[in-house]
């Protein structure tokens, strides 16, 4: 069991320095309306402050796909997250602005059928995230996780998938349990609204730990 970790909604330099020491796959830059909103000017800072080993993640919703691709192709990123209602039109659209690209598409989930509607995009990864009426993402709420069995049995998880949603050092393992291609941890790793170093480090310790099992 070899799980990924991506560390989501980097705002300040030093979270960056919290990243760089604590070694995730990937990280996350908001470029979606939310309170983690960062700017291009900060994201491309970021990238060069990040280490070339970390692969920089950019979540968007519904924007316009030659701004997605501008992202990609100037290497601010170097994968982009759909947290919208992209669909398979828009998908083809910006790969053809962006070849080669990598894609996550992320499923909202409160049902069986959330994970059914992306399931057969040709994203490159899927990304399970609990649903909220308020925020695309980043809620620090848990989705029923029993939907994931459900999902595998009508083989509709057949391509890498993220969890997402309420992820933390707590239930981590139970996380793990799922058989995810890897965890996305946001407001778990953060405290009063910033990010916490110890709990970023903290976390990819313990999924590291899982994977070395």
Not at 26 to 44: H, L, N
Not at 68 to 81: F, K, R, T
Not at 85 to 100: H, M, Q, T
Not at 128 to 134: E, F, G, I
């Amino acid at each position: 069991m070899n799980i990924k970790v991506k560390l989501c909604g980097m705002m300040r330099d030093c979270d960056i320095d919290y990243a760089n020491e604590a070694m995730p796959d990937y990280v996350g830059f908001i470029f979606a309306d939310t309170r983690r909103r960062i700017s291009r000017e900060q994201a491309r800072s970021f990238r060069g402050q990040l280490k070339k080993e970390i692969t920089a993640v950019g979540v968007f919703v519904d924007e316009s796909p030659e701004i997605v691709a501008g992202y990609l192709n100037d290497g601010i990123i170097e994968i982009a997250q759909l947290h919208g209602a992209e669909d398979e039109f828009y998908i083809e659209r910006l790969r053809a602005l962006a070849p080669g690209a990598k894609l996550i598409k992320a499923a909202r989930v409160k049902s069986t059928e959330d994970i059914r509607k992306v399931a057969n995009l040709s994203a490159d990864y899927l990304l399970l995230d609990a649903m909220s009426a308020v925020t695309p993402g980043g809620t620090g709420s848990l989705f029923d996780w029993s939907l994931i069995d459900e999902a595998k049995t009508s083989k509709l998880l057949d391509k890498p998938w993220f969890l997402a949603g309420g992820i933390c050092a707590d239930n981590i393992p139970q996380a793990a349990l799922q058989e995810p291609y890897g965890l996305d941890i946001s407001s778990g790793i953060e405290t009063d609204g910033a990010k916490d170093r110890e709990k970023m480090i903290e976390v990819v310790r313990s999924i590291r730990r899982l994977s070395n099992v």
